[in-house]
């Protein structure tokens, strides 16, 4: 078989566990993605400039970054896991139906901050559920979930595209950095024809108003299956108390030796103080006596998914205007391809992945992302002047940095022996990278040029690079450090029973000489 039969018994095991942890992240592709195919909508709605409307943005990363560091809290119940992500998923379908009704920036900021929250709480609640259910076996099942990010990223603004607007009474130049999907597919569609009629000042921006609208509904809905599926994971676990819940069905015999196995293991393996936020981990008992490879490999871990990440937020959100710019100086309805193939490359680069994480070990696929990303770059700064180039490196790019996140996660996790706080930092560290990285090469580019915008791609990728080098090097360490702890604990159960005879044959000695 393609897959071991193992892995597919896991599978079938925790097959609830996983569909319903798999569709919460399609939940979370949803809410990234749409709001930059919308924002121009969402501009004449809140009658705001473009300045003013990146707050939005920047409220929806702050709190995803916050929602991740404090996520974990809810981990230490099955309870409290789902019921949290339930609430959650929730509050993304309920956030969606309010957007049209937030006609201020504020509003529509303390909105996208909600929506933050909830997505980093899905974010790191689901990533962690996902590893203490398959652990060393988690690589596959984590390429197919943050798949579903991309599904998910993909899906939003196909649904938008079609309502929106083309024209608004606060258009100034800077609006054209909408991002115009598909609109070539769905332009003779009589929604699409609505939208497109002339108008000026106020009339434009109410007509904007309704069709954009339809749109955040429709996600709405779209949604709302999530919290369903996760209600009805807790009804199967008997987790909601005012129903008994199914009962569990009997295992076959493969199933039954799987949990066999696993339950012996568990019963072998030291507890430890297990994954919860980041700043419970930071007080953890547990962590005293450690040696210093430790913390050096979460901090390293999550520096490279710092660099990685933060590329993916800012390729993302400049890669339009880096293409409207000289020396591509692409047109503004080509060059909104560009951040949906890029969202494409990371939906396929992800689902490609599932089959070879099982087949390569992790460290192979990490180094060959990470170099991938650099070379891709770097003849994008070569060939400046390609526009095909910039089509297929934009592609290249999503494919290369689409599995890193998982890959990371399962190879930290895996030298740590699922003991350390290593999905919180890893998650925390990556929502602040992207929070960061787009900030700061947003005012790069605008400050030094468009020309800048691969320069700082080139930059960031070798750092990442570098830095995932000494994490192999920490590695080596704990590895050391943990072969070394293991011989002496051997030589102490071999010396013990040694030292206790000892002095019971010196009177034996004495009886023989008499």
Request: charged share 10%; proline share 5%; glycine share 8%.
């Amino acid at each position: 078989m393609f897959v071991d039969e193992r892995i597919v018994t896991l599978f079938k095991r925790n097959a609830h566990h996983t569909l319903t942890y798999w569709s919460l992240f399609f939940s979370f592709g949803l809410s990234i993605a749409f709001l930059g195919p919308t924002i121009k909508d969402l501009q004449c709605q809140t009658k705001s400039t473009l300045s003013q409307i990146t707050w939005v943005f920047f409220s929806q990363q702050f709190c995803l970054l916050i929602g991740s560091s404090v996520g974990g809290i809810f981990k230490r119940t099955l309870f409290s896991a789902l019921s949290a992500l339930l609430v959650s998923t929730l509050l993304i379908s309920v956030i969606f139906a309010v957007i049209p009704w937030c006609t201020q920036v504020l509003t529509l900021a303390v909105a996208m901050a909600v929506s933050g929250l909830a997505m980093g709480v899905i974010d790191t609640i689901a990533n962690i559920q996902l590893v203490s259910v398959y652990q060393k076996d988690s690589a596959v099942f984590l390429q197919a979930l943050h798949f579903f990010i991309g599904f998910g990223a993909l899906v939003s603004p196909l649904i938008a595209d079609p309502f929106l607007s083309e024209h608004c009474g606060n258009s100034t130049g800077n609006v054209t950095e909408l991002m115009h999907h598909f609109r070539n597919t769905l332009i003779n569609s009589p929604v699409a024809e609505h939208n497109v009629t002339p108008s000026h000042g106020g009339e434009a921006a109410a007509a904007a108003g309704p069709g954009v609208h339809y749109a955040f509904w429709i996600m709405a809905l779209i949604n709302l299956p999530v919290p369903l599926a996760v209600l009805f994971l807790m009804y199967r676990e008997r987790l909601i108390p005012c129903c008994p819940g199914a009962a569990p069905h009997l295992l076959d015999k493969d199933e039954l030796a799987m949990e066999n196995r696993q339950g012996a293991r568990d019963a072998e393996a030291p507890q430890a103080g297990g994954h919860g936020n980041i700043f419970s981990c930071c007080q953890n008992d547990n962590l005293r006596g450690l040696p210093l490879s430790f913390f050096m490999i979460h901090i390293l871990g999550g520096m490279v998914l710092f660099m990685s990440d933060g590329i993916v937020g800012a390729y993302a959100g400049f890669v339009f205007t880096y293409a409207v710019k000289p020396p591509i100086s692409l047109a503004h309805k080509a060059a909104g391809y560009l951040p949906s193939i890029f969202w494409a490359a990371i939906t396929a680069g992800r689902l490609l992945s599932i089959p070879l994480s099982y087949r390569f070990p992790v460290v192979r696929l990490l180094i060959f992302n990470l170099a991938g990303v650099i070379v891709t770059v770097l003849l994008l700064l070569i060939l400046p002047n390609s526009r095909a180039m910039l089509y297929v490196g934009t592609c290249l790019c999503g494919l290369f940095l689409s599995s890193i996140f998982p890959c990371m996660l399962a190879y930290t996790e895996d030298i740590l022996d699922y003991q350390g706080c290593a999905t919180s930092v890893l998650v925390t560290s990556a929502g602040m990278g992207e929070m960061v990285m787009t900030v700061l090469v947003g005012s790069i580019i605008e400050t030094k040029g468009s020309y800048s915008f691969l320069l700082c791609g080139v930059i960031i990728a070798s750092l990442g690079l570098l830095l995932f080098l000494a994490l192999l090097f920490f590695h080596r360490l704990h590895r050391n450090y943990l072969t070394g702890t293991t011989r002496k604990s051997a030589m102490v159960e071999e010396e013990t029973p040694g030292a206790s005879g000892s002095p019971a044959a010196e009177p034996n000695e004495e009886a023989q000489e008499s």
